[in-house]
């Protein structure tokens, strides 16, 4: 493998527990991405000759370290505390992680550490899905359908402002979790949206990435038994994800749900989705946002074929989504849900009023959906000028591609 190719596949893979290893140490978000974007170019320098190591990963980690330690030497005055930490790495006795954590997940242990109150919840998932997700600044600027600049300027401003604080870089007492834990589930839930429908590449979807939003997310409904949301948003992951086999073809182009061979889900997966659901509803605490989307989610999971779908339960749950979570993406998928069971021209004029409403604006997702509804109604023309002004919007290589078919065969 290409040296380069490898560091940029190890550092997709492996980056957030690379980086959350590293705060563990410095307790520095800023340092630790520093010393690991240092790691990467020795990793460039030295892989094409040397080759790629057997474990990668420990590599980056281990030379991010010895830097760490290098930069805290050549401090005229080290106080205590470095001088103590640079010994123990030094020795490889790691005192710093033996230490008893109630989160024993490093990656989990810095979502919780993002997710501090201090923040804004734009800078909280901001910085998440910087460190976290590994997404770039133009990633996430697109999954909030703001400038760059923005992004940038939200996450340089959490850290300035988590160092005013002086937030300490550990695990919070557990009596704190429960202010944290919707930002923790929000964050983690938008990193699993990104690997299920990447927001640009060449690639229709980030399975790494989705992975370990859900490994998180496990871990955090262990964490939590009690919080019906946790085990809700389990079990939205583990529907979605069942799905992965069958969302591509082998050459990694995109598969529609309706033209999805079934016979390719996971179904052990859609049996851990619902066992999940059942845990949630089990707290007694009636269902919360992302326990009604994984019940959307079930029907499609356990609809033997795609015409056999029950699409007015679906328009029920997705109303009761938006009433408790009002959102324009809600009700754009409400709309597709009542296109299929009341009709396309009912469903239009809930698409007209979000476009009217100019809260998807810059987003592709509404003109796709527009141009599905209008190819319905047999306005060619008008769906045809949607599809190519979707395929405009969006930056993945593969959905664009998609897009421009579908406008090329409302042209054929």
């Not at 997940?105 to 979502?111: A, E, H």
């Not at 202010?179 to 919707?182: D, G, S």
């Not at 509803?281 to 007694?284: F, N, P, Q, S, T």
């Not at 754009?332 to 009912?346: C, I, Q």
């Given at each position: 493998m290409n040296a380069r190719r490898a560091v940029e596949a190890v550092w997709r893979i492996e980056s957030a527990r690379i980086v959350a290893s590293l705060v563990n140490?410095?307790?520095?978000?800023?340092?630790?991405?520093?010393?690991?974007?240092?790691?990467?170019?020795?990793?460039?320098?030295?892989?094409?000759d040397a080759g790629v190591p057997q474990n990668p990963g420990a590599w980056l980690t281990a030379v991010a370290k010895r830097k760490a330690i290098d930069g805290w030497r050549r401090r005229e005055r080290l106080d205590d505390r470095y001088s103590a930490i640079a010994h123990d790495l030094s020795e490889e006795t790691a005192s710093v992680d033996a230490a008893w954590e109630p989160?024993?997940?490093?990656?989990?242990?810095?979502?919780?550490?993002?997710?501090?109150?201090?923040?804004?919840?734009?800078?909280?998932?901001?910085?998440?899905?910087?460190?976290?997700?590994?997404?770039?600044?133009?990633?996430?600027?697109?999954?909030?359908?703001?400038?760059?600049?923005?992004?940038?300027?939200?996450i340089v401003r959490a850290k300035k402002t988590l160092s005013a604080a002086q937030v300490p870089f550990e695990t919070p007492d557990p009596a704190e979790w429960k202010?944290?834990?919707?930002s923790v589930l929000g964050v983690v839930y938008l990193i699993f949206t990104e690997g299920y429908s990447a927001t640009s590449g060449s690639s229709w979807m980030r399975t790494d990435l989705a992975n370990e939003a859900?490994?998180?997310?496990?871990?955090?409904?262990?964490?939590?038994?009690?919080?019906?949301?946790?085990?809700?948003?389990?079990?939205?992951?583990?529907?979605?994800?069942?799905?992965?086999?069958a969302r591509i073809t082998a050459s990694g182009e995109p598969v529609l749900l309706s033209d999805q061979d079934r016979a390719r889900w996971d179904h052990r997966q859609i049996a851990r989705g619902s066992a999940a659901l059942v845990r949630a509803?089990?707290?007694?605490r009636g269902r919360g946002a992302y326990c009604l989307q994984a019940a959307i989610a079930q029907v499609h999971a356990t609809s033997p074929a795609y015409a056999d779908t029950d699409w007015e339960r679906i328009v029920l749950l997705y109303e009761a989504l938006g009433r408790l979570a009002p959102n324009p993406i809600v009700d754009?998928?409400?709309?597709?849900?009542?296109?299929?069971?009341?009709?396309?021209?009912?469903a239009l004029r809930i698409v007209d009023g979000l476009a009217a409403a100019d809260s998807l604006r810059g987003s592709h997702l509404l003109p796709s959906v527009r141009g599905e509804l209008l190819a319905r109604l047999g306005r060619a023309e008008e769906a045809r000028a949607e599809f190519r002004r979707a395929s405009e919007l969006t930056a993945n290589e593969r959905e664009r591609a998609v897009l421009q078919a579908k406008a090329t065969d409302l042209t054929a």
């Open positions: 140490i410095t307790r520095d978000v800023g340092l630790a991405e520093d010393l690991a974007q240092e790691a990467l170019v020795d990793a460039l320098a030295q892989w094409p989160i024993d997940d490093d990656v989990l242990r810095l979502v919780f550490i993002s997710c501090h109150p201090v923040l804004a919840r734009e800078a909280q998932v901001a910085m998440t899905l910087r460190i976290i997700g590994g997404l770039s600044t133009e990633e996430i600027a697109r999954l909030f359908l703001v400038p760059v600049a923005t992004i940038q300027q939200r202010e944290r834990i919707a859900l490994r998180i997310a496990r871990k955090l409904a262990e964490l939590v038994p009690r919080e019906p949301e946790a085990h809700g948003l389990v079990a939205l992951m583990e529907f979605q994800a069942s799905r992965f086999a509803d089990a707290v007694g754009l998928n409400r709309a597709v849900a009542v296109s299929f069971a009341t009709g396309p021209a009912t």
